[in-house]
Each structure stands twice: as C-alpha cells, then as structure tokens.
C-alpha cells in the first residue's frame, strides 16, 4: 500500500506532479474504494504514484499545484524587469515656435493663388485665378436682366440689395440694429399698408380718417391693441399723446412710434403719405451689420431700378455720422435666382457737406 499521509505532505509542498492533484483523498475516508484513485478520467495504481514520486523529486523542477480536485495549474514566470523606451527628446519652446510658423507660411503659400493678368477671355474659367469683378449698378442691372433671358426665369422677379455694414461708433460704441421707412421714387407694390394714428383730438382723429388712417383714436384705440383686436403695418403718433403710449412699447417694439423714424408729429397727412406707400428696411437682428431688401422687379427700366438702390442707401447712412467714415462696406446687387453681382460703392454714399470754417481755411 501507498503511504497516503506522506502522499498528502508532498502535496502540501507542492512538489506532487500536476496530474496527481486528486490524490489528496484519504483511503478512510472512502473505504469501499479499491486501491485506486481517478483524476482527469485516468486511474493510478499506488505503486505508480510511488515511482513517479520518487522521479519527480529528483528533478530540479518545481510546479505549484492549487488544493481544487482536478485542476491544472501552470505558473508562468513573472517579468520582474520592463524594456527600456527611448526618452522623448525635449524641444525648445522657441523652436516648436518657429516651426508652427513655418507650417503656417506653407499653408498660406498653398492657399493663396497669383491673380492671373487681365480679364478672362472666356464665359467659363476658374475664380480663384482671377479677382472678384466690381462693377458699376448701370452694368450690374443689365447683367442681371442678360441672365434672366439666358436662363429663361421670371421676367417680374424681385431684385434685391445686400448691404454689409460697419456699425463702429468709436470706443466700445457700435450703432444699435435700426429700422426705417422710406418712399421708392419709383414704387413697384401696389398695395397700401394699414396705418394706425395715436391722438386724442377729434379733429386730428377726423383728419387721420379722411386721408386714409386704418384707425385713429385715443385711449380707446390704445385699449384695443393691447387686447389684440386690431393690428396694423404702422403707428404714428401727435407728441401730446406720447406719455400714454408707454405702455404700448412691449407690445409694438420697433414699430413704436419715434422721432428718428419719422412717425412722430403734427402734420398727420405727410405721415399718413410716407407710411401708407413706404416701404420698411432693418437691420437683421442676428447678424447687426447686414441689411437685405428688395428695391425693385427685373421688368422695370434700368434707371428706375438705380434710383431705387440709391434712395436706399442714402437712407441707410442717416443712421451713422458720415464723418465716422464709409457706413456700407460691401454692396451686392442680386435677383431671386443670380448670384450676387459686388458694386462699386463709394460712388453711391453720399459726401460729407464740407462745414464753413473748412471753406476759410481753403481759401
């Protein structure tokens, strides 16, 4: 019979063999078991266990084995040491420095193109090779009216003027977003708008009602527009009523009345006219220097269609001192269906009245 306690030691120590791990089993615990013990589906005799047990202390192998029935267990040997990396080799500031500048100028070389000399002979060419064509309103409309009969759109399509603005005032100052209202020389709607005249004067009410006011009124027409039963394009007001508007400027932003908008005074007939036939140009609010509006159709004549551009942009620049310098930036002449044609602008703004102590000094 096999020593099973000196067995159970060797297996204690960890120097049994691997595939000896269920031998631990004691014969009294299982006493109706022949000599014989199974692991792995395998069956050892006792002698076997002994010779092998003798073969493997004689090796200078050594296995640990875990205490699970049927287990095996491999120790790897552990890596007590890591390969040595490449320190990364510092850079001086002024170095790193000099080379994003020099990345810089190649991107700039690579993005800038010579202009080519001259115009383009042909219809079809490259734009970055050639510079953004200026041209005068007179030419600009009658390409706009060319494209149209080549491109076989509306005749009666709108003709639009975009306007970029500088709003700088001088320091940390800029020029709010502005509304306006101007009359075109040559009006192309013929619809009029509906305006509402704020006076508490019967006859001024009775003035307002007989050269086309919508509605005209006190404080029962005050009443009325705060509980949303009427509405109107415009509001004109005398200056004695002005102290009980307040409560309307909520309610009407920039609609309400001022003196800047011409929407303030006493001759209710040259009111009603400006604003019955005029036609609104603002700001846009989300972007505070561009300006779009519509100036004309493409069926009129030429000419109308430069008086109107030019009536607007002397309004435009009302709203900046003109000694502050040029207002309008860029100016793009379009319709609804061309690209944007850029104008020559400094033609168009109107020139700063030279004052009378200047005219001394020249002379």
């Not at 090779?129 to 009666?156: G, W």
């Not at 500088?166 to 075109?184: H, N, Q, T």
Request: charged share 25%; with cysteine.
């Amino acid at each position: 019979m096999v020593n099973m306690a000196a067995a159970v030691r060797c297996l204690g120590r960890g120097t049994l063999p691997l595939t000896l791990c269920a031998l631990a089993t004691l014969p009294s615990l299982f006493p109706n078991q022949h000599q014989e013990h199974f692991c792995l589906g395998k069956t050892f005799s006792p002698s076997w266990v002994l010779i092998h047990h003798q073969k493997h202390s004689l090796s200078k192998m050594a296995y640990q084995t875990p205490l699970y029935p049927c287990s095996v267990y491999v120790q790897v040997p552990s890596r007590h040491f890591a390969a040595a990396t490449k320190p990364a080799k510092k850079t001086k500031k002024g170095v790193k420095d000099k080379a994003s500048d020099e990345k810089k100028d190649e991107i700039e070389k690579i993005k800038s193109y010579s202009f080519m000399e001259g115009e383009p002979e042909d219809d079809v060419y490259l734009k970055h090779l050639y510079p953004r064509r200026i041209y005068e309103v007179e030419k600009a409309i009658q390409l706009l009216k060319k494209f149209q009969t080549l491109d076989f759109t509306n005749p009666k399509q709108g003709v639009y003027l975009d306007l970029t603005l500088d709003m700088a005032l001088g320091k940390k100052k800029k020029v709010e977003p502005f509304a306006s209202v101007l009359r075109f020389p040559y009006p192309f709607v013929s619809e009029t708008n509906k305006v509402a005249v704020f006076t508490g004067n019967a006859s001024e009410i009775k003035i307002a009602e007989e050269n086309g006011a919508a509605f005209a009124g006190g404080l029962n027409l005050i009443q009325k527009i705060l509980d949303d039963e009427i509405q109107s394009d415009f509001y004109v007001a005398v200056p004695e009523i002005m102290p009980e508007l307040n409560q309307l400027k909520k309610k009407l932003k920039k609609r309400f009345p001022k003196l800047t908008r011409n929407s303030i005074g006493r001759d209710i007939p040259k009111m009603l006219e400006l604003f019955k036939t005029g036609h609104e140009i603002k700001v846009d609010e989300e972007r505070e220097n561009f300006l779009q509006t519509k100036i004309a159709t493409l069926d009129m004549l030429s000419n109308q269609i430069a008086a109107n551009l030019q009536a607007v942009i002397s309004e435009v620049c009302k709203h900046r001192p003109l000694s502050l310098g040029p207002f309008v930036v860029r100016a793009f002449l379009r319709t609804s269906t061309s690209e944007g044609l850029l104008l020559k602008i400094k033609p168009l703004l109107p020139k700063e009245v030279e004052t009378e102590e200047g005219n001394k000094e020249d002379a």
